[in-house]
């Protein structure tokens, strides 16, 4: 949800904004600006669209010695140039740039505008500049940490004033800001990606710092003036894995390097001699493990459903009662924590609000909360009491591929560790073991059939509507796939257990309305075959993604893609990945944008 950047230094200002910016594009992309410091004066650029449209009206020659720039996604007030980030004071002379929502905007901008000031723009983000003029009295990091406590929201916010040349103060709550430290110059951005050409020390700022920044220093303080020693990271991605590359887009790529990303997420942390998984990440004692009654995954989006498949098999293998809950309801819901109890955090970004904020009820009420997260350093992370990270690389395209499958082997890793840890024998461990790493291999043999989904995404793009059904194991799956098709096609699609469709779903059914079903080789199989054929009595077409040499499915399916067969457990894997193809191919078809959908994007730090 909106990516910032800020920049001290001598590098060429516009090039380093607009580069950083089309970094975090992903954030959001409806529209963008920048703000150019020139000794005593403020320029800004904005524009409704594509960081290309803005880069389109910036001259050439327009630079400065320090400055920002922001990329929207619209929440309060249209998507309009006026609306765009930077927003000004009355003077012109203060600018900022903010992601998050200022919750009490209207009464803010009631007093402030009852004190003479004039708002030009529709959106909540205006009041922070005129809070900040109001209580500026020449020095601005004073004014904006007695302006931040006055604010009620989230913010990543960065502010400029003309009159202090190669000075950006950044402040934080609820909504990610990152320091990059480089040689003579110094960055403040929303994720690590808009500074990665650049430098790879960084330092993660927390809620309720504020940060002074020019091109040589920085400092770190409160809203008290207490100075903060900072931790410096180091970045491990690279920058190879911010580029498409031979790829046409992100999704793609992100879907072809499942192949590896698995691996890597397993990297080290099996344990083949006892059979089950080392994941000293989790910061719990064998005992302490001993101790789960059980467990509950909180998630949004994608990493909800990888949730919902991973407590299936953690009941069903390792004995242990588990739910998955949408984060964004359990945060209103004052959840009674109990002892034993164990919390996931599953978050790719690890900056979702709604995600975070349940994290932090959860703790607030004695709860241990574990993280599986994607991003280094991301605020869940760090906030959370241990956890797994997935090592997917980064994830530019804003529909999740490779991270749910990553999430999904980190979760099995967790129940393998569990289920030995109980009712699971060596042998059946490594069995299960034997089953994971298999996976990678299953996967390339699909890719490498990726053309069958073209051709089906090719007779099928143009239905009105959709119904993915799955059962057990499958039955989030079924969910994630009718996501995908919805965020990249824009093709409504539902996801069903197959048992529900006669409650409901079955009255959709007509010949421009298709049925995916997922069916694995499993002890419902049957079933699935009854209800595909209740669906095919009533003119309905089916797709069916069934393993190798299931010929009964193939008789009755219209259109059949043929999965490698794998044990149950490990289905979802193989199930998932054509969905992925499929709902690409689709958008291919009717020409979206894949990579980022309207309306959508991809670290949704808003509620
Ligand atoms: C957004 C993204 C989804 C993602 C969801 C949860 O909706 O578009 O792809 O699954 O957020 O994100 P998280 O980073 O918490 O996994």
Redesign the pocket.
């Known amino acids: 949800m909106c990516g910032i950047i800020g920049y001290c230094g001598k590098k060429h200002l516009t090039d380093v904004l607009l580069t950083g910016l089309k970094r975090l594009e992903y954030r959001g992309y409806d529209s963008a600006g920048i703000c150019l410091g020139n000794s005593n004066s403020l320029t800004i650029y904005k524009k409704e669209g594509k960081i290309r449209d803005l880069t389109a009206i910036v001259p050439r020659e327009a630079t400065g010695s320090w400055g920002m720039g922001h990329t929207r996604w619209a929440t309060h007030g249209g998507v309009t140039d006026v609306n765009a980030h930077p927003h000004t004071d009355c003077s012109g002379k203060i600018a900022i740039c903010h992601n998050g929502i200022i919750e009490n905007y209207s009464r803010l901008k009631e007093k402030l505008g009852s004190e003479g000031h004039s708002f030009h723009t529709e959106t909540d983000s205006e009041v922070i500049a005129h809070l900040i003029e109001s209580m500026y009295s020449g020095d601005l990091e004073k004014a904006v940490k007695d302006s931040v406590p006055l604010l009620q929201g989230t913010f990543g916010l960065l502010v400029m004033h003309a009159d202090h040349p190669c000075e950006i103060i950044g402040a934080r709550n609820g909504s990610p800001l990152v320091l990059g430290i480089g040689e003579n110059e110094m960055f403040l951005a929303s994720d690590v990606s808009a500074m990665m050409s650049h430098t790879k020390q960084v330092v993660y700022c927390e809620d309720g710092e504020v940060v002074k920044l020019s091109a040589l220093d920085y400092q770190v303080s409160d809203l008290r003036n207490r100075p903060i020693d900072k931790e410096v990271s180091r970045i491990s991605w690279e920058l190879e894995e911010l580029e498409k590359g031979k790829f046409s887009h992100f999704m793609i790529k992100e879907i072809f390097e499942q192949v590896q990303s698995i691996p890597r997420a397993m990297n080290g942390r099996v344990d083949e001699n006892q059979a089950t998984a080392r994941l000293g990440g989790l910061n719990m004692t064998e005992r302490e493990l001993l101790g789960i009654k059980r467990v509950v995954i909180i998630?949004?989006?994608?990493?909800f459903y990888a949730g919902q498949t991973a407590a299936w098999l953690l009941e069903s293998l390792a004995r242990i009662p588990a739910v998955t809950e949408l984060a964004s309801e359990l945060r209103y819901r004052n959840p009674l924590v109990e002892e034993g109890t164990l919390y996931f955090a599953?978050?790719?970004?690890?900056?979702?609000l709604d995600?975070l904020m349940a994290v932090r009820e959860l703790q607030s009420k004695g709860a241990r909360v574990l993280g599986i997260c994607n991003v280094v350093g991301s605020t869940i992370a760090r906030e959370s009491d241990g956890g797994v990270y997935i090592h997917s690389g980064p994830e530019i395209a804003?529909?999740?591929t490779k991270?749910f499958t990553s999430q999904l082997t980190a979760l099995y890793l967790f129940i393998l560790k569990m289920a030995r840890m109980r009712h699971m024998a060596w042998l059946q461990g490594q069995t299960f073991i034997e089953g994971l790493l298999s996976v990678p291999r299953c996967l390339e043999s699909i890719l490498a059939r990726a053309g069958e989904l073209q051709a089906l995404a090719k007779k099928y793009h143009q239905a009105e509507s959709f119904l993915f059904l799955g059962r057990g194991i499958n039955y989030p799956v079924a969910l994630e796939g009718a996501l995908k098709l919805k965020e990249i096609a824009y093709i409504h699609a539902e996801g069903c257990s197959a048992a529900e469709i006669k409650h409901g779903p079955i009255a959709l059914i007509n010949q421009n309305t298709p049925s995916m079903f997922l069916v694995p080789e499993d002890h419902l199989r049957s079933k699935l075959i009854s209800n595909m054929k209740e669906i095919k009595a009533r003119g309905g077409p089916v797709i069916a993604l069934c393993m190798e040499g299931d010929r009964e499915t193939a008789e009755i399916a219209d259109d059949v893609f043929y999965v490698p067969k794998i044990s149950e457990e490990f289905s979802p894997f193989v199930m998932v990945v054509p969905l992925q193809l499929f709902a690409y191919y689709c958008a291919l078809e009717l020409e979206r944008n894949v990579d980022q959908p309207r309306n959508?994007?991809?670290?949704?730090t808003v509620e």
Do not use: C, H, I, N
Request: neutral net charge; proline residues 0%.
């Open positions: 998630a949004a989006g994608t990493s599953v978050s790719q970004s690890g900056e979702t995600t804003v529909a999740s991270a959508l994007a991809k670290s949704v």
